[in-house]
């Protein structure tokens, strides 16, 4: 059900018409590094997954390999739509929400869950 | 081990890379409740955070059953929101109605009969789908807790 409900959800986005240019600027620079080199795969929803997960920039902890296929892309597609975070928007730089998120689990520890 | 009564993470797999790359909703509400308990409820930096968090929780409020808010990421952001408001028990009550739309109220149900039939074909490893319940069951377990407190 859980699943059904997420692919419901990506479905409703045109990802595949992703262009680089809609990305982020250090992320579509990443890009378009990994695409001048021939050994990469082409920009696809794919190869955007592999640059970022390789990175970790995006974290992308949503895509995982999986005997060498991308087997949860519908993850990635998901997390593109939700780039509208904190620091996307420079609320909050990178280091503020990781300390901020640790000490989430290390205070909040009624609702935190181990 | 601190008391944790009303567990709805995984501190394992509810990671910073993984919660930011699920939903910024529930990633936002983490950093801003985590930036409370750092430095006070009172601070400029959580009042800020908060203030903009709220606009994005009134989202949710009036348009829950959206694709876009939907999932347990969605009700995981509820509990905390919830357990930090005067107003708690309404949140709490979305929540609730979120779970039984995502089906999670099943969800023990699914992983004791997927964990049964596991060991009697006496398989170790722990399936994904397994996992999924799992984080499915603690979250049902949470929202229930809460509700009834």
């Keep these: 059900m859980l699943q059904q409900s997420r692919k419901k959800d990506i479905n409703t986005h045109p990802i595949d018409n992703l262009v680089v240019s809609q990305l982020p600027p250090s992320r579509s620079t990443d890009v378009l590094a990994r695409s001048a080199n021939p050994a990469s795969p082409p920009c696809t929803a794919s190869a955007l997954s592999d640059v970022w997960s390789e990175r970790n920039a995006f974290i992308g902890v949503g895509v995982r390999h999986n005997q060498g ?40 520890v009624s609702i935190s869950g181990s | 081990m601190e008391d944790r009564f009303v567990p709805a993470f995984c501190t394992e797999y509810d990671t910073y890379g993984s919660v930011r790359s699920r939903s910024s909703l529930l990633f ?116 229930f807790n809460l509700e009834q407190m």
């Design chain 2, 28 to 143: 936002d509400t983490i950093v801003a409740f985590g930036a409370r308990a750092a430095k006070g409820h009172l601070s400029s930096s959580f009042q800020r955070l908060h203030t903009k968090l709220r606009e994005r929780l009134c989202n949710l409020v009036l348009d829950p059953m959206t694709s876009r808010h939907g999932g347990v990421e969605a009700i995981q952001a509820l509990l905390i929101h919830a357990c930090y408001a005067e107003d708690g028990w309404l949140l709490v009550s979305l929540a609730i109605r979120l779970a039984i739309k995502l089906n999670l109220p099943d969800s023990l149900e699914d992983l004791l009969r997927m964990v049964t039939r596991r060991k009697s074909h006496n398989l170790q490893n722990i399936t994904e789908q397994e996992q999924d319940l799992f984080r499915a069951t603690r979250v049902w377990c949470a929202v």
């Design chain 1, 69 to 108: 296929q991308y087997s949860t892309s519908h993850n990635f597609r998901l997390s593109i739509w939700r780039t509208e975070d904190f620091v996307a928007q420079g609320i909050v730089s990178e280091q503020e929400a990781l300390n901020s998120f640790s000490e989430f689990f290390h205070g909040c």
